[in-house]
């Protein structure tokens, strides 16, 4: 199996937590962002994760993929197909428009880029989201929302969120928190952060393991 992937990408984490989970083998191709060619080849446009299977079956649906590779149902996927699952995918836009507004600044830097998909990542993103320079401008207002949504997922975390086992739900949020560890001088409080190292432990997670070896 091959998994093509950005580094950042939320929905990447998601796959590259369960196959972690999982223990299964992969193929990891971390593609440059300006590479358009790759995913449009594979699948029409260009959106990643993608991965293809051994079976000649490919998708670029992030939740698609688990449930394929979730064979003993291990996450509880049938979550995902409950009414409740759009407030939680509510719940993930939230935290995703603030913590892509504070990070996108700082994820251009990293192992990930080079100087010519920098650039692309910058104009693509700037077109959405304006300046990344009036971002970290603005970082209070990101960081005050996200303190408030933070402070709410606290009251659902026990062991995990709403369970006493890892389920999709915790691959979900996990990943989608995950960017704001590269935020200069931000810190989870000690609930969230417990809560995201046994995550961590239990996915056998590495966020940048492809720039590492």
Same mark, same amino acid.
């Given at each position: 199996?091959?998994?093509?992937?950005?580094?950042?990408?939320? /929905?990447?984490?998601?796959?590259?937590?369960?196959l972690g989970?999982?223990?299964?083998?992969?193929?990891?191709?971390?593609?440059?962002?300006?590479?358009?060619?790759?995913?449009?080849?594979?699948?029409?446009?260009?959106?990643?994760?993608?991965?293809?299977?051994?079976?000649? =079956?490919?998708?670029?649906?992030?939740?698609?993929? &688990?449930? @394929?590779?979730?064979?003993?149902?291990?996450?509880?996927?049938?979550?995902?197909?409950?009414?409740?699952?759009?407030?939680?995918?509510?719940?993930?836009?939230? &935290?995703?428009?603030?913590?892509?507004?504070?990070?996108?600044?700082?994820?251009?830097? +990293?192992? *990930? /880029?080079?100087?010519?998909?920098?650039?692309? =990542? +910058?104009? @693509?993103?700037?077109? %959405?989201?304006?300046?990344?320079?009036?971002?970290? %401008?603005?970082?209070?207002?990101?960081?005050a929302s996200?303190?408030?949504?933070?402070?709410?997922? *606290?009251?659902?975390?026990?062991?995990?969120?709403?369970?006493?086992?890892?389920?999709?739900?915790?691959?979900?949020?996990?990943?989608?928190?995950?960017? $704001?560890?590269?935020?200069?001088? /931000? !810190?989870?409080?000690?609930?969230?952060?417990?809560?995201? $190292?046994?995550?961590? *432990?239990?996915?056998?997670?590495?966020?940048? !393991?492809? =720039?590492? !070896?």
């Open positions: 199996m091959k998994l093509y992937h950005y580094v950042h990408c939320p /929905f990447c984490v998601r796959v590259r937590m369960a989970l999982l223990n299964i083998k992969y193929e990891s191709v971390v593609l440059p962002y300006d590479d358009e060619k790759t995913p449009i080849d594979l699948m029409g446009k260009k959106m990643l994760p993608i991965m293809s299977f051994e079976d000649g =079956f490919t998708s670029n649906e992030s939740l698609i993929i &688990i449930e @394929k590779l979730d064979v003993s149902n291990l996450l509880d996927i049938e979550k995902v197909k409950e009414d409740s699952f759009k407030d939680f995918e509510n719940l993930l836009n939230k &935290i995703g428009g603030d913590v892509h507004s504070l990070c996108m600044p700082y994820w251009v830097w +990293t192992p *990930e /880029f080079n100087d010519s998909s920098r650039e692309y =990542f +910058t104009k @693509k993103k700037e077109v %959405k989201r304006g300046p990344f320079k009036n971002l970290i %401008k603005e970082k209070d207002k990101f960081l996200l303190s408030i949504t933070l402070s709410e997922i *606290e009251k659902d975390i026990d062991e995990f969120y709403k369970s006493e086992s890892l389920t999709i739900l915790d691959i979900c949020l996990a990943s989608h928190l995950w960017g $704001m560890f590269i935020f200069p001088e /931000f !810190q989870f409080s000690d609930k969230i952060y417990d809560y995201l $190292m046994r995550v961590k *432990e239990k996915t056998n997670f590495d966020y940048h !393991q492809d =720039f590492w !070896q």
